[in-house]
């Protein structure tokens, strides 16, 4: 699968939602070092672009480093090498389909499959190949694009045609009920967290291991976004010390087919926020009485606040 160019168009590092994703996925892997998952040793794979926000986070929290960025075109091949931010980043330039291989014999691997493209059909045949090359304990993570396939011109007809060509089993599953071609737009992203949760099981379960779920994050910093993923793990393996650690993350979607967790950035000035974080964690149903806010919204900052990122402006 190619790798896209969204980095020509969104700088990686002002992305409040999608920086939120990466530090509750720190904390994550932060827990499970603590209950026998040696997340320092393991290789981080991953799409870093120019910015490689996740590989500093990563290295900086976790002490990762052995970590491999797949940049899939040659034009900014010296852009990448110039921006990588350690020595010990490998760089490899090409589609993943071509490195896919280069997965096997490796120790246990955190795999971001970072795409910025609507699902579609080499995408499910890289996440297919990637679990049968990687080793039991390793993490495996897909983003994908939950907008709409095609032109602003297509419609449910041409979305279903699309997924279709992709899962024709999960299409008709969601297809309408009426018109059985078709497919609407609020069942996008569901279909996607379908297709992708049952191609990671089926995998799993084809190299006799099972898949246990993680992340199931929806999000959207001008394009709706889903992030799917989890641990491959042998079928004998202990899953309680996993949930001991995990269960108290109100993100944590631990079963396949649960509802999206819906990063919601709220938006507030730097005031109300100051404010807010000295209120926290509030008790369910507080509203503050100095400002307006819906009920709700303190509850969900309360699951946010302390991987909500700060944005200044700094004159070097």
Avoid at 22 to 40: A, E, P, Y
Avoid at 102 to 115: A, K, P, R, T, Y
Avoid at 118 to 147: C, Q
Avoid at 162 to 170: I, L, M, Q, S, T
């Amino acid at each position: 699968m190619a790798i896209g160019e969204s980095y020509r168009k969104v700088n990686y590092e002002l992305r409040p939602a999608k920086q939120i994703e990466r530090r509750m996925m720190v904390d994550v892997l932060m827990k499970l070092s603590t209950v026998g998952f040696q997340i320092s040793e393991y290789v981080y794979v991953g799409f870093g672009s120019v910015f490689f926000v996740d590989y500093t986070l990563f290295h900086k929290f976790l002490g990762i480093r052995r970590m491999v960025s797949i940049e899939g075109g040659s034009n900014v091949e010296r852009r990448v090498h110039f921006n990588k931010p350690y020595d010990f980043v490998d760089i490899y330039i090409g589609d993943f389909s071509s490195y896919v291989q280069s997965l096997q014999g490796m120790n246990e691997v955190i795999l971001w499959l970072d795409f910025d493209n609507v699902l579609d059909s080499s995408m499910v045949r890289d996440l297919d190949s990637a679990v049968g090359y990687l080793k039991s304990n390793s993490i495996i993570i897909a983003t994908v694009d939950s907008e709409p396939p095609g032109s602003e011109k297509d419609g449910p007809a041409e979305w279903f045609s699309h997924f279709n060509e992709v899962a024709p089993a999960e299409a008709a599953e969601f297809a309408s009920a009426e018109a059985p071609d078709r497919i609407a737009r609020r069942h996008i992203s569901k279909l996607n967290q379908t297709i992708l949760e049952r191609r990671l099981q089926e995998a799993c379960n084809y190299s006799g291991r099972e898949y246990f779920p993680l992340f199931n994050f929806f999000y959207g910093d001008g394009h709706d976004m889903l992030t799917v993923g989890g641990i491959i793990l042998d079928s004998d393996a202990d899953r309680s010390n996993i949930r001991g650690a995990i269960d108290n993350l109100p993100f944590i979607r631990a079963q396949t087919g649960m509802e999206h967790y819906s990063i919601r950035v709220p938006n507030l000035t730097r005031k109300e926020r100051i404010y807010l974080d000295s209120c926290m964690p509030c008790a369910d149903g507080w509203l503050p009485e100095e400002f307006e806010m819906l009920p709700g919204e303190p509850e969900h900052y309360r699951e946010l606040f302390k991987y909500l990122p700060a944005y200044a402006e700094l004159l070097l």
